[in-house]
């Protein structure tokens, strides 16, 4: 899919928020009060079984980004085991400003989220290959488009995440590194979302 027909995405998910008076942290949490670090939905997203998974949660305000609210952690599928269970790779984590809005995107080490570690090249692959099914709920829908529209930018970081990761500790094993809980954010890129659609839509 064409960056403009993500925007395009986005703008529609961003039109039927403003028609309900929402934003995508309102529509997930569902009128409920977030607790720290419990998980929304309820379940997790699963964006119509496209090979992608999500959560939206908070964390304590002293381990918070500043003007976060919280942050949606965003997970790819990377391989179908022998008993049919799945393996899943984080991707990206997008925070979520106190207006709801998007704020940045970032990276983390793997014993944040214990998910399967994949290298930046093989996770472009996954971030080419993104299908936005009919079924999605418009939460899912945003979710998938902002990958979509953010796609060589969240290239950039992730590269920059292996870099770092390499860089930290040189003469320490990236193995033993991935584990290592002094190790968190590894990248982050702001985000400036008009800024970004006026551009998709016009160029």
């Known amino acids: 899919m064409h960056p403009d027909k ?3 995405n986005v703008l529609s998910s961003l ?5 309900k008076q929402s934003n995508v942290v309102l529509e997930v949490l569902a009128g409920q009060i977030p607790h720290e670090n419990e998980k929304f939905p309820k379940g997790e997203l699963n964006f119509g079984n496209a090979g992608w998974r999500g959560f939206y949660h908070c964390h304590p305000a002293a381990e918070k980004h500043l003007e976060e609210h919280g942050h949606f952690h965003l997970f790819a599928r990377c391989a179908v085991k022998q008993d049919n269970s799945t393996d899943w790779t984080h991707v990206v984590a997008l925070s979520i400003d106190e207006q709801g809005q998007p704020r940045a995107w970032f ?8 998910a399967n570690w994949l290298a930046a090249s093989e996770i472009e692959l ?3 290959d993104i299908k936005i099914p009919a079924d999605v709920t418009v939460i899912e829908k945003f979710l998938l488009s902002m990958l ?6 969240l290239k950039d970081i992730l590269l920059e995440r292996d870099s770092r990761l390499i860089q930290v500790n040189a003469e320490v094993d990236v ?12 990248s982050s890129q702001p985000i400036e979302l008009q800024q970004r659609l006026q551009l998709a839509v016009s160029g």
Not at 148 to 153: E, F, I, P, S
Not at 175 to 186: A, N, Q
């Open 6 to 8: 993500y925007a395009l």
């Open 15 to 19: 039109s039927v928020f403003a028609d």
């Open 107 to 114: 990276t983390v080490n793997q014993w944040v989220t214990g």
């Open 126 to 128: 996954l971030l080419e």
């Open 148 to 153: 979509g529209l953010y796609q060589d930018d």
């Open 175 to 186: 193995s033993d590194k991935l584990c290592d809980r002094s190790i968190y954010v590894l």
